[in-house]
């Protein structure tokens, strides 16, 4: 069982920036691929950035290209994701995820393990 607890969000201003952290069990965190999602009022969960088990491959939904930057650190079991230049379309809980496999993945379906989320807030 891997178990994920997010952290770092919070209240920010447009164009601010807030690095939300996730922490992994140890004994699994090396052999999953990580992922971020988030969830706004009233819609559905959508995919936001994903790296791979090795760290060497990354991908970004277009909404968040050239802003949101996804990044794991083997040493402390962690995956991050720093956020810059934050819109108040950026506001949703956000949730890490752990999937099972060496590619990376875009889809909820294609992840095992889920974080709690937490609460990401931009305002105007």
């Known amino acids: 069982q891997v178990q994920l607890v997010e952290s770092g969000g919070g209240l920010v201003q447009a164009g601010g920036s807030l690095r939300l952290s996730c922490a992994a069990s140890?004994?699994?965190?090396?052999?999953?691929?990580m992922g971020w999602f988030r969830r706004a009022p009233g819609k559905e969960r959508e995919f936001v950035a994903a790296i791979s088990r090795s760290g060497t491959i990354e991908y970004y939904v277009d909404a968040v290209k050239g802003r949101f930057t996804v990044s794991r650190d083997t040493a402390k079991n962690t995956v991050y994701l720093q956020m810059n230049s934050l819109k108040p379309e950026d506001t949703a809980v956000y949730y890490c995820?752990?999937?099972?496999?060496?590619?990376?993945?875009?889809?909820?379906?294609?992840?095992?393990?889920w974080g709690q989320g937490t609460q990401v807030t931009v305002s105007s």
């Open positions: 140890e004994r699994f965190f090396s052999s999953y691929g």
């Open positions: 995820a752990a999937a099972d496999t060496a590619q990376i993945a875009t889809r909820t379906y294609e992840y095992d393990y």
